[in-house]
């Protein structure tokens, strides 16, 4: 069964890629030759062999020397059970994933295995995408899942199984318009607790820094901020938007810019971990003073926040209970078929910290 990868060798990560690859449809009879692969995932050649030969053993695989290595119908695919597979689709593998997922995926798979139930990680690029409809068309049609379980998805993915008539549950939000099942934490409350304790500390030029992947939480949370911004009573409050991707580099020129303004902002409201990492360590060596001048919230938190010398105040979203009634929809859902839609929101918990105080004057 698949495990949650920890200290993996860069062979058998490779490996997992090789089976992504061959699961998502990526490579039709044949593998590419190794000089591609070695090109492609960007390893040795005696990498890549070992991660062959443990592809070759689960028997997704035929390796012959001097001839394209053939990839094996699925009737030649080890004894996994077509009746009591449920597949978990992704954008990324699971060792790219968040700490906080890999814990949810965890804590399904052993709850599924108690009760039979295996399940499969299928990750592709083109999942978190426009354009999904011919990987998840050849998923499909391997005929082997009793559902499906999406995670990190966009638009375009949601609406396919929408369109498909699938049995699927959303880990994570759905989009507007989307009637899908779901399990998630409740963004809408959030976002409206947020502004309203910026508000309260007298914030007016606030900041809300949000990743450019904008995946359906993430979009209702600014819905409900922007929201308890607008209808504070307030006009005086205005509130500037950084997107960012995975560059520290252009964060920091973007965060440069807003303190260049005639009117700084004196609160930021953060939502990708890693962005809030950059945002304190770059603002504490610029010598601003977290929070008497500076004021942060962090959405979504992660260990490496712990870390950093000025406690950062943010949310804990309830792992177990959102993983718990994921995995009780989805025993539903393989043994009994399509489940209602039923869109279940858990709401977070608030860790106040020292990063979050009264807005003073100018220095």
Same mark, same amino acid.
């Given at each position: ?12 990560? %490779? /490996? ?12 039709? #009879? ?5 000089? &591609? ?18 592809v070759q053993q689960e028997g997704r695989i035929e390796v012959k020397q001097g001839r394209k290595t053939a990839i094996l119908k699925q009737k030649h695919r080890g004894l996994r ?22 814990? &949810? ?31 998840? &068309? ?5 005929? &082997? ?8 998805? $966009? ?30 934490? #409740? ?14 500390? $007298? ?8 990743? #450019? ?8 949370? /600014?819905?409900?901020?922007?929201? /308890? ?31 260049? #303004? ?6 930021? =409201? ?17 010598? =601003? ?44 859902m393989a043994t009994e078929g399509p489940s209602p839609v039923r869109q279940i929101r858990v709401i977070p918990q608030f860790c106040a910290a020292e990063s979050l105080a009264e807005? %003073?004057?100018?220095?």
């Amino acid at each position: 069964m698949l495990k949650i990868p920890r200290r993996l060798t860069l062979s058998k990560q %490779t /490996a997992d890629v090789l089976r992504e690859g061959i699961d998502s449809g990526a490579w039709k #009879d044949y593998l590419p030759g190794e000089r &591609q692969l070695c090109s492609l995932f960007q390893v040795s050649r005696p990498t890549l062999r070992a991660a062959l030969e443990i592809v070759q053993q689960e028997g997704r695989i035929e390796v012959k020397q001097g001839r394209k290595t053939a990839i094996l119908k699925q009737k030649h695919r080890g004894l996994r059970s077509k009746t009591k597979s449920i597949a978990l689709i992704s954008k990324l593998p699971v060792y790219s994933m968040s700490r906080n997922r890999i814990f &949810q995926i965890d804590y399904m798979q052993r709850v599924l295995r108690e009760r039979g139930l295996f399940l499969e990680v299928v990750s592709h690029p083109s999942f978190g995408t426009n354009r999904p409809a011919r990987g998840l &068309q050849h998923l499909s049609e391997r005929g &082997q899942f009793r559902a499906f379980v999406l995670t990190l998805s $966009s638009r375009s993915v949601q609406e396919w199984f929408c369109e498909k008539g699938l049995p699927v549950i959303a880990l994570g939000s759905t989009f507007p318009g989307i009637p899908m099942p779901s399990v998630d934490i #409740d963004y809408h409350s959030m976002g409206h607790h947020a502004a309203g304790l910026l508000m309260g500390r $007298s914030h007016r030029e606030i900041v809300w820094m949000i990743p #450019d992947a904008n995946h359906a939480g993430d979009l209702e949370t /600014a819905d409900s901020f922007f929201k /308890a911004l607008r209808n504070s009573g307030h006009p005086d409050v205005r509130c500037r938007i950084i997107r960012h991707g995975s560059s520290s580099r252009e964060l920091i020129h973007k965060i440069e810019e807003l303190f260049a #303004d005639r009117n700084p902002p004196t609160a930021f =409201f953060a939502i990708n971990a890693l962005a809030t990492t950059t945002l304190v360590t770059h603002l504490l060596s610029k010598g =601003f003073r977290i929070p008497q001048d500076i004021s942060i919230i962090a959405r979504d938190h992660d260990p490496v926040l712990d870390s950093i010398s000025t406690p950062i105040a943010h949310y804990i979203s309830p792992l177990r209970r959102i993983a718990s009634k994921l995995s009780r929809m989805a025993v539903e859902m393989a043994t009994e078929g399509p489940s209602p839609v039923r869109q279940i929101r858990v709401i977070p918990q608030f860790c106040a910290a020292e990063s979050l105080a009264e807005r %003073t004057a100018p220095r």
